[in-house]
């Protein structure tokens, strides 16, 4: 994720401003409070009515229900059943009653990928409970017509009646504040929306600054002929509106690494000011698993509480990057930034060098220690006493590499130029696509499967380190940009 820096960022209109470091959750939320409280909600970064639950940040009215794919399955009546608009009946098996929700989305983005459903509780019920029960589902008052089953945890039990589900959850990657009045205006970066048959890194971020793009009616996600969607707008056009441009520096990175034929897919799942729905999230993963891509480029985090259970942190999410596991999917996330949520923490992830308390895991980054699919990157630099370190979030437990700044010079002072943009800009979301772009370069000449060491040992530029050893996995690695 990238490191807000007024300084060295520059041009963001007045009186939008950025925060100068990503607070804990538990912080945000009492900023978003005390701003509505003197008037100033529309500066909040988060709807009103969010709370913290599990040390997460989520929507207690909104819960997300995966639904599987199962042959046999007739598609057209399933659309029908979770139609935006729908009323359902939500009945714990252990409790008595029945709570009433209403569709407000519902994206199937593949005939044979998951449809994902969010449900809002129609009254001021917190349904934040259902997480981790038996949930029924009926299609009316009448409980003897059951549609479908929510199974706890959101593990595996997600195809046909038989649904997987969790509350709706905020992630962040470059959080700022107000509206802008107009982005920063840097050349439009040509993307092709038009699909060609090669390596496809997905950027799963704020979107990418286009060109100007003809309208295109009745066009909807499932398409495999278009390249990329707006889940944030849910429309074809995956414009960055961010005013740090988070998606599009993320975008020209990759271009600039990757070598020609490597096609980028921009998936946008980040609002202006850098906030982000789990469920659009989940939505963006299954399109770009569903789409052919290969590697997925999450410069982004959802944050944990210390307990740090990653089985049942964020069920779906963890659930989707096994999906993408099973797919052939690299997903290469940003490890965070040094200081990002405990400030004693000294970039250690899960630990406080000062104190010992637990820091809490962020995610996708920190399932890189459970599933192998998952490169999890930071920022490394060369000080001037020719010694190498991690600059931003470290771990021996879930690091696998870093970018090196500045390539191997004298010194490096943990930013990286961007093409496209004046100035240098410091960040794990800057590390990570260097090495996605350089990833598809691997995956572009490979002849068969590859694993995670073997692909990172092959990126152009790998170099062992021993100074690393202690803050990297496996050894200790950078790579050399």
Known sequence: MEKPDENRVGKFPSPYKLLKFQLSNALLLKRDSLLRSRGRGKEALFPEGVILSRGRIIDSKQFIVAVGRKEGVNLEQEKEQWKVGNTLFLKVATEPGSTVVQVIKSRRCSDYGKRYVLLEATEQSNIQHFEGQRVDIFASSDSSKVMGTIHD????????????????????????????????????????????????????????????????????????????????????????????????????????????????????????????????????????????????????????????????????????????????????????????????????????????????????????????????????????????SAFENYSSKYVNTGALSDGNQSHSDGTFQIPGLSGRFAGSSFATPIVAGKLAKVLSEAMGYVSRRGAIRSIEGFHEEDDLASSIRDGGSYIDV
């Open 153 to 388: 945890g959101g593990g595996s039990n997600s195809g046909g009646r038989d649904h997987s589900g969790q509350s709706n959850c905020k992630g962040v990657n470059y959080l700022v504040t107000l509206p802008p009045s107009k982005a920063d205006d840097f050349d439009k970066l040509d993307n092709q929306l038009k699909v060609e048959k090669r390596v496809t890194v997905a950027i799963l971020d704020s979107g990418v600054l286009m060109r100007q793009q003809d309208t295109a009616p009745g066009l909807d996600c499932k398409d495999l002929n278009h390249n990329g969607w707006d889940f944030v707008s849910d429309d074809p056009f995956p414009h960055d509106d961010h005013i740090g441009q988070h998606g599009s520096k993320v975008y020209s990175l990759v271009r600039k690494y990757a070598s020609p034929g490597v096609r980028i897919m921009p998936v946008k799942v980040s609002n202006l000011n850098g906030a982000l729905d789990l469920y659009d999230v989940l939505c963006g993963l299954e399109y770009a698993r569903t789409h052919e891509a290969n590697i997925i480029n999450a410069s982004w985090s959802f944050t944990s509480d210390g307990n740090n259970n990653p089985d049942t942190d964020f069920p779906l999410l963890l659930e989707a990057m096994k999906d993408l596991d099973a797919s052939g999917v690299f997903v290469v996330a940003a490890a965070g930034n040094r200081n990002q949520y405990m400030p004693e923490a000294n970039g250690e992830i899960a630990r406080s060098l000062a104190t010992g308390q637990r820091a809490p895991n962020i995610y996708p980054a920190c399932y890189s220690a459970i599933q192998c699919n998952v490169i999890t990157v930071t920022t490394i630099i060369k000080n001037r006493g020719g010694r190498f």
